[in-house]
């Protein structure tokens, strides 16, 4: 669960590193236990977005105190259940109160008195004057000495990885960034990340499968195909294709072989190689994968739950003009920071070329098919 956790952190700030502040991670871990105790009945369609509600809360309520990068919310659920779903945990896990303070900035305490008659005699409780900003900030901007608590270590590291059990390869989150960053659809990132979890760690536990670990890249291949094409299909009402096409196929070998000289990768747990696993894909590898994938039974919850993404991006994009949730649901591509063009305005993307081609060629042929007729012919302009 906190791996689950930690990815969800790690989809709320794209731009935060791989390393996690501890005391985050705790608070998202806490606040999920409290709500499964305070708000156990919640809706179907909320209890989905549980974890992120709870990892959202927590990023919120510390981004000041850990100076956290701006949070970019994207809910797997439709923004207005979201908003209050999000309303209701932050009321229910409220923040615990804290003691006033008197004029002088020392904490006070309420004194108790006796059952009996009178007060007993009162003596001041130990106080220290009210923290600055500065020394607030101190522990979490300063670096420790050997052996002093605060910034985790290589060897600590290695320590919380092993604590918290299997996690994916350190090269698979930013990777799968990068393929969705670059085609436009950064929703879908949880949904390829929850395949691999599921087919890479099932339970939690590394897999030992021999097929999976001499195959990784191109299972991560044919695992962002599988979510894709589930993409597509439920956007347009069709039934999800069974294997890639010529195009999808290079499309993808393409996107995965620009990303290895893209992406910069930081193994946190201190690993030599964090490209460890990574090889170069094949067309052949990766059409055996798509079919193994299918054949193994792995498409589960994870590849289902992709018509609910397709549904809530319906919706947003529905509300986004003027509306209070545009800023959560708007289809721009996430671009580097070289560039300030948007997926709307890049008429000579790949995906919208392929479209005019096919477009092209189906208007050609029913031209080729009406004058062979001699009839007049219907264009569609759609």
């Avoid at 600590?156 to 085609?183: D, F, H, K, N, Q």
């Avoid at 499968?209 to 195909?225: F, G, K, P, S």
């Avoid at 190689?273 to 170069?280: L, N, Q, R, T």
């Avoid at 948007?342 to 029913?366: G, H, I, P």
Wanted: aromatic share 6%; proline share 7%.
């Amino acid at each position: 669960m906190s791996r689950q956790i930690e990815q969800t952190l790690l989809s709320l700030m794209p731009s935060y590193g791989s390393d996690l502040p501890p005391s985050l991670v705790e608070l998202a871990g806490s606040l999920l236990a409290q709500s499964r105790l305070k708000a156990s009945t919640l809706k179907a369609e909320e209890e989905v977005a549980r974890i992120y509600a709870c990892a959202n809360l927590a990023c919120d309520r510390l981004k000041i105190s850990l100076d956290l990068p701006p949070i970019q919310v994207r809910p797997p659920i439709p923004p207005r259940i979201y908003k209050g779903l999000y309303a209701h945990l932050d009321h229910v896990l409220a923040q615990p109160s804290t003691p006033s303070r008197s004029r002088s900035g020392r904490l006070r305490t309420p004194r108790s008195k006796t059952l009996g008659e009178g007060a007993a005699e009162q003596r001041p409780l130990p106080s220290r004057g009210t923290p600055t900003k500065e020394q607030s900030l101190a522990r979490f901007r300063t670096t420790p000495g050997k052996g002093e608590p605060g910034t985790p270590t290589r060897s600590s590291g290695r320590r919380r990885s092993a604590a918290t059990g299997a996690s994916l390869r350190p090269w698979v989150m930013p990777v799968i960034r990068y393929l969705c960053s670059e085609t436009g659809q950064p929703k879908l990132v949880s949904s390829v990340v929850a395949g691999m979890d599921a087919i890479t760690v099932p339970g939690g536990r590394q897999t030992y499968d021999e097929w999976i670990v001499e195959n990784y890249t191109a299972l991560l291949a044919a695992v962002y195909w599988w979510v894709t094409a589930r993409a597509r299909a439920a956007a347009r009402g069709q039934e999800t294709s069974r294997s890639p096409s010529l195009q999808h196929r290079r499309e993808i070998i393409s996107l995965l072989t620009q990303a290895r000289k893209t992406v910069t990768v930081v193994d946190a747990t201190g690993g030599d190689d964090p490209w460890e696993g990574w090889a170069d894909l094949k067309p052949r590898d990766f059409s055996n994968a798509v079919t193994t994938v299918e054949q193994r039974s792995w498409l589960g919850d994870w590849w289902t739950g992709v018509d609910d993404v397709v549904r809530s991006t319906a919706w947003d994009a529905a509300e986004a003009p003027g509306g209070e949730d545009a800023d959560l649901g708007e289809p721009i591509r996430v671009r580097r920071a070289d560039t300030m063009f948007q997926d709307k305005y890049d008429y000579l993307s790949e995906v919208r070329m392929a479209d005019f081609t096919a477009w092209k060629a189906d208007v050609l042929a029913r031209i080729g098919d009406r004058k062979m007729e001699g009839g007049a012919m219907e264009i569609d302009t759609q």
